[in-house]
């Protein structure tokens, strides 16, 4: 049950744009439209940023959009403000075993 | 608006259980799931499993198969969490969520459980 696999690390400037990208397998991102994204800042809870490989919750910045090709999804963050910086992780249905799996994480950084 | 309003820390010995509570306001509790997740010091997230607060069905991730219940009380819209035979890699901070199960769209602010000896 291993997890998805993320970057470590992302760095942009303000105003760019990055793209986090996580990657499985067919069993789960390449199998399904299940692919969730979720912003850790410091000391918080996580929060939901994309669902269903790309749709936004209500109050969630168009800065923030989701794609998937093939066994890869990507969050591509648009517009880079400092308020972007924390962790971020995917997570995707997997069709046997755990059913659920998160990446690794991935730490964004606004330089 | 929606809340999950988690227990409190704990700390607990080596070999023994805890039971973590979620109380759940601002939506119909039995429209919806609660999924657990953990996340150890400095480390990332993990899934722990899932509970249908409408028919209490369940589906937990394999590693905690046999060590982890999961269980609701519809009468308080509070779910729940118990972990046995804790050891100290079990020490993390645990968040309950609301999902169907899929999308968590709404967390716990997190209960922090130290095992240690």
């Known amino acids: 049950q291993s997890a998805l696999t993320q970057p470590a690390s992302v760095s942009g400037s303000p105003g760019q744009s990055i793209a986090i990208s996580c990657t499985g397998t067919?069993?789960?991102?390449?199998?399904?439209?299940?692919v969730s994204w979720y912003q850790q800042l410091p000391g918080k809870a996580p929060k939901l940023m994309v669902y269903d490989v790309s749709n936004r919750p209500s109050g969630i910045s168009d800065r923030f959009s989701g794609s998937k090709s093939g066994n890869t999804a990507s969050l591509t963050i648009s517009g880079l403000q400092a308020e972007d910086e924390g962790d971020y992780y995917c997570t995707s249905f997997r069709s046997s075993g755990t059913r659920y799996v998160f990446g690794t994480g991935t730490t964004v950084t606004v330089l | 608006q929606v809340q999950l309003v988690q227990s409190g820390a704990e700390v607990k010995k080596p070999g023994a259980s805890v039971k973590v509570s979620c109380k759940a306001s601002g939506y119909t509790f039995t429209s919806y799931g609660i999924s657990w997740v953990r996340q150890a010091p400095g480390q990332g997230l993990e899934w722990m499993g899932w509970i249908s607060a409408y028919n209490g069905n369940t589906n937990y991730a394999q590693k905690l198969q046999g060590r982890v219940t999961m269980t609701t009380d519809t009468s308080t819209s509070t779910a729940y969490m118990e972990l046995r035979s804790l050891r100290s890699d079990d020490t993390a901070v645990y968040y309950c969520?609301?999902?169907?199960?899929?999308?968590?769209?709404?967390w716990g602010q997190g209960t922090l459980v130290t095992v240690s000896s």
């Open positions: 969520a609301r999902s169907e199960p899929g999308p968590l769209d709404y």
């Open positions: 067919s069993s789960d991102i390449g199998g399904y439209n299940y």
